[in-house]
């Protein structure tokens, strides 16, 4: 009885034995854990305007090796598995190649493409009577909800700076073009000068847009 119940104890252990030395099992769980961790020489870009530490460990205290600006590019060696939230960005922490030198960079200022020159202007701003209606500004580009009278909708386009000054033109949905509007930008805010012509309706010779 002793006899057959320790071959079998040895049948299992062998068999334990062959399937945690399996060289195919082994090799399967290295190219999974490779492809967690290394995304060797990709590209990112840093997109924060302050630029980004380089640092020697992958905390936000450790010491600081150099500075990546704005727009400047590093080689990502090594991508990292614990999330952190830093200045209301969540992402990981990267092992990267700069200029020459290695450390660690937080990923939620980074970006795969090239970060174009955001303007000063960027951001939504909200229409004072009525929150519904907004005009967002994302580098030369605009996007607005209007409202005639008997129709609402967007206009998207581009607009132009002269001082203090953006004249907005774009176009319907439709491809109709839009009557350019003229706003004047103070303390955050966008004033029409003279008529609204996004909002004919609620908003012809009043209110501002404010920024959210």
């Not at 082994?26 to 380089?54: C, W, Y």
């Amino acid at each position: 009885m002793n006899l057959r119940i320790n071959r079998r104890s040895v049948l299992i252990i062998l068999l334990i034995g062959i399937i945690s030395c399996n060289p195919k099992k082994k090799e399967l769980d290295e190219k999974v854990r490779d492809e967690q961790t290394k995304v060797a020489n990709k590209t990112k870009f840093v997109n924060t305007k302050n630029g980004l530490i380089l640092r020697a460990k992958a905390t936000r205290n450790s010491e600081k090796l150099s500075l990546a600006e704005f727009q400047e590019s590093v080689e990502i060696l090594e991508r990292g598995t614990e999330m952190e939230t830093i200045s209301g960005k969540t992402d990981v922490w990267y092992y990267v190649s700069f200029k020459g030198k290695k450390g660690y960079l937080f990923g939620g200022f980074l970006q795969d493409s090239y970060p174009e020159e955001k303007s000063e202007f960027d951001g939504k701003y909200i229409y004072s009577a009525d929150s519904s209606y907004y005009i967002e500004i994302e580098g030369k580009n605009f996007k607005t909800f209007y409202e005639e009278c008997e129709s609402t909708g967007t206009i998207e386009g581009t607009y132009n700076v002269n001082d203090n000054r953006l004249t907005f033109q774009g176009s319907y949905a439709n491809g109709t073009a839009a009557r350019p509007v003229t706003f004047t930008f103070e303390d955050g805010k966008l004033k029409s000068e003279g008529d609204n012509y996004f909002l004919l309706c609620i908003g012809r010779n009043g209110g501002h847009y404010a920024k959210e």
